[in-house]
């Protein structure tokens, strides 16, 4: 299993958009969940997003109704859609290896542990500044 592939991310000012993406051919199997965490620097990692293959989303408060979680199987791509940027929205954003689902309400923290054990993608740099 490789490791997912991450694009997207940027620099924006607050209150902005920028989109993150993750690609990985695993996401073609039948039944998945996928995790975004961030982490910022000197700060532990926080996870924020999950989708799974059903196209459910689940999101963590920090983020909940501001980013999007989406996915286009047909490009083995999933889509972390993040608007209303804000300065503490800054850091490195990477996406899991896909995983087993768990019930929807333990996603997240099911994220915290997989940024615990490694594989996942490169990350990507969302800077969100005035």
């Known amino acids: 299993q490789g490791r997912p592939a991450q694009s997207g991310g940027g620099s924006v000012q607050p209150g902005g958009s920028l989109t993150v993406s993750c690609s990985t051919s695993?996401?073609?199997?039948?039944?998945?969940?996928l995790g975004w965490f961030r982490q910022a620097p000197g700060k532990q990692h926080e996870a924020v997003a999950t989708?799974?293959?059903?196209?459910?989303?689940t999101y963590s408060d920090s983020v909940k109704g501001r980013f999007t979680a989406s996915q286009d199987r047909t490009k083995e791509t999933v889509v972390l859609q993040m608007s209303r940027l804000k300065s503490e929205d800054t850091g490195m954003y990477y996406c899991?290896?896909?995983?087993?689902?768990?019930?929807?309400?333990?996603?997240?923290?099911?994220?915290?542990?997989?940024?615990?054990?490694?594989?996942w993608g490169q990350g990507t740099q969302v800077i969100v500044s005035s």
């Open positions: 899991t290896a896909p995983f087993p689902c768990p019930s929807p309400e333990s996603r997240i923290d099911h994220t915290s542990r997989m940024a615990d054990r490694g594989n």
């Open positions: 695993e996401i073609t199997h039948s039944s998945w969940c």
């Open positions: 989708i799974s293959s059903r196209g459910l989303a």
